[in-house]
């Protein structure tokens, strides 16, 4: 079945606090999906930010951003006073995220509502806590343990705390309860209005696309739980990271630093905690998406101290025998693989016996940079795949149109059968290729359908400052814009009671079409 979704930030979202929350926003977003014709809502990481504000570098794979919680559905409950939060400055700019300032007002107004929260203690609140202990109870004394130390990164804790000495453990679990549970009521406020905002959308027939990057950060619960699982050495560093080799993007490749997984201990019992891992994010989401697919093949590893990515060198993968031991375990689950960047035939054998849909990016298919461009021109799409405009990684539509170099958009335009378009006529001529293709499914940035530039890019890989901070105007989304996007879905045949449509004037007119 053919269906289309919208790729959008759950932090991009408008709201009066700062940052997109899991509130009535959120809610209004789906009522536009469903109006539009959308069956996806394709979303980043939804996990704690750390250092740098990037949703691919977070404090624990499986907690959630407190920073989503709704103000006003706390209050609701009668666990806030509003006017606790609303006169408090969120942001001078509602166009964008003030990272610093969230971090300063919005955990003190968390702690009000937790703190009369566990006055009243519920017997759902326990029955989370126990469900989730497996990641949970770490996870809340590791985020009390970087409270206590200014924020300090584990690696420069007491040596004791560091090695997670049980004395030195059981300890700051006694003596510092309070702290712990305040972390778990906020894990317990996220989960709880995610179940809500997922029934929510879902019953608008809507599904959630959710992202699992491959990595996790070296500053996290999970690699500070489970050192054994990862390459470090005798005093708990890397010995090598992550990142990916120079190419015509990057003269020096791209340096991210996280630390590698340890694949031959984590066979010891048949990849258990990749397999824990993705059957919780499959309960979590409806589709997952896997990024750096690649990396399961073969990885860049480079030396721990460098300072670019020129000096790293490819390593072995599990392959297939990660996802072999994952359909045993939990069955034959719903993901998409982002197979992007170098693909080897290797990559490519992995992708076809997985199973998977992998990822075909348009702006990809016209820039001569990419050596693999010609696998991302449409005509060379296949059924099993997903069909991108762009990804969070990428320019804006009409950014990458704008900059494109001369021979390059000569090209496009071609492919295109025009000989000049408008950047926003070339926006929506792009977004009609990706719907009309043969992917089965198409996935659209929003910042695409709004035809913004380069102001709205979510992100500069391998760039610190200035990411992950853009947010939607309230009332952005016009109701034409609505109706123009679900006769474009209807007419591809991507709406589930559609299976044919014929082109009316006005269709034409409002898809850029002269009138017959």
């Not at 014709?37 to 930010?49: D, K, N, R, S, V």
């Not at 009521?185 to 959630?208: A, C, E, H, P």
């Not at 992202?211 to 005798?234: G, T």
């Not at 990684?393 to 000049?420: Q, S």
């Amino acid at each position: 079945m053919r269906k289309s979704g919208i790729l959008m930030h759950l932090a991009s979202l408008p709201s009066e606090y700062g940052v997109g929350t899991m509130g009535a926003a959120a809610r209004k977003f789906a009522d536009f999906l469903s109006d539009a014709g959308q069956q996806y809502w394709q979303l980043l990481p939804i996990c704690p930010t750390s250092y740098g504000d990037s949703p691919y570098q977070s404090f624990s794979t499986f907690a959630g951003n407190p920073y989503f919680i709704d103000l006003d559905l706390l209050a609701s409950e009668g666990l806030l006073d509003k006017k606790e939060y609303v006169s408090v400055n969120w942001g001078d700019d509602v166009s964008r995220i003030d990272y610093g300032r969230l971090y300063e007002q919005r955990y003190p107004v968390l702690k009000l509502a937790a703190k009369r929260f566990l006055e009243n203690e519920s017997e759902d609140f326990e029955t989370f806590c126990e469900l989730q202990a497996f990641w949970l109870e770490d996870y809340a004394l590791f985020m009390t343990l970087k409270d206590t130390h200014g924020g300090c990164s584990w690696w420069q804790w007491e040596d004791e705390l560091k090695r997670r000495d049980h004395s030195a453990i059981d300890k700051v679990r006694e003596t510092m309860a309070e702290q712990i549970a305040f972390w778990k009521v906020l894990q317990y406020f996220f989960f709880r209005q995610w179940k809500s905002l997922k029934q929510y959308v879902n019953d608008k027939g809507i599904d959630f696309i959710g992202d699992l990057p491959i990595y996790v950060s070296q500053d996290s619960v999970d690699v500070w739980a489970h050192p054994e699982l990862f390459q470090l050495d005798e005093n708990l560093m890397p010995k090598e990271v992550s990142g990916c080799p120079p190419d015509g993007f990057s003269a020096t490749g791209q340096l991210w630093g996280n630390p590698l997984f340890d694949w031959d201990k984590m066979a010891e019992d048949d990849y258990a905690w990749w397999v824990g891992r993705i059957d919780y994010f499959c309960h979590i989401y409806d589709v997952l998406r896997i990024d750096h697919f690649r990396g399961f093949d073969s990885y860049f590893a480079i030396p721990y101290g460098a300072e670019t990515a020129k000096d790293g060198y490819w390593k072995q993968g599990p392959g297939m025998k990660l996802f072999n031991a994952v359909e045993a375990k939990i069955g034959k689950q719903p993901i998409i693989a982002e197979d992007l960047g170098f693909l080897t035939d290797s990559v490519k054998k992995l992708l076809a016996d997985s199973g998977f849909p992998g990822m075909k990016v348009f702006e990809l298919g016209f820039d001569s940079r990419d050596t693999n461009g010609n696998g991302y021109q449409p005509h060379n799409f296949i059924r099993d795949c997903v069909a991108y405009t762009g990804t969070h990684d990428n320019e804006t539509l009409a950014g990458w149109y704008r900059e494109l170099k001369k021979e390059d958009k000569k090209f496009a335009l071609r492919y295109m059968g025009r000989k000049k378009l408008s950047i926003n006529e070339a926006v929506w001529e792009i977004i009609r290729l990706a719907q009309s293709s043969v992917a089965d499914t198409c996935i659209i940035p929003i910042q695409d359908y709004l035809c913004l530039g380069n102001e709205a890019r979510i992100n500069h890989p391998s760039t610190l400052g200035g990411n992950w901070i853009w947010r939607l105007h309230k009332d952005e989304i016009s109701k034409k814009l609505v109706k123009k996007i679900r006769r474009m879905t209807e007419l591809y045949c991507r709406i589930p009671e559609k299976t044919e449509m014929t082109l009316k004037a006005e269709d034409a007119e409002d898809l850029g079409e002269e009138k017959k």
